[in-house]
């Protein structure tokens, strides 16, 4: 049998984590926490302007995930802007990492994946499960819960929590 899939073998080095990460939570650290395991280096790329409604500047973002990650030597925290497959060329990247939690994560990723795998041949998706306990956790619900008081700070690492009772998300 023949397989057109060209022989590697040096192994994966470096991954991107892109994100909007507006802000980021406990979820997302775990995700990247555990990339940090299977990768050399992680960049967690902080997009420029998604299609969402911000609460948080990109600097800020970008700020917020540096002091969240800062005890992980082999994490690195860069903004940017245009299409991920170039940044994830730009900073060496062999593959993307992103985390799955239900079902929709899963529809939207694969749609990616493949307009991904057309734009840049060589740069691979992985998928990691989101941990049991992060599944229903996301920067959208994570600001509305906030935003009605509710406890947030065990979802959340230390420096969001503050930046968010800074944005009068919280009142505690
Ligand atoms: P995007 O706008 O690119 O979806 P997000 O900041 O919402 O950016 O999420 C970035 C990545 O982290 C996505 O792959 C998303 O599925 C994943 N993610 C978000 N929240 C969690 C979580 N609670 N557990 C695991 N992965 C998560």
Known sequence: MHFSIPKG???VTT???PGSFDPITNGHLDIAARAAKLFQKVV???YDSPAKDLLFTTEERVDLARQSLADYPNIEVEPFSGLTVKFAEKVGAQAIVRGLRIGADF???REMALMNKNLSPDIDLVCLMASLQYQFLSS?????VASLGGHINDLV???VAEALKKKALIST
């Open 140 to 144: 959208g619900r994570l600001k509305e």
């Open 107 to 109: 529809e939207y990723e």
């Open 44 to 46: 967690v790329g902080v």
């Open 15 to 17: 991954a991107l984590y």
């Open 9 to 11: 073998g040096q192994g």
């Open 157 to 159: 690492p230390k420096p």
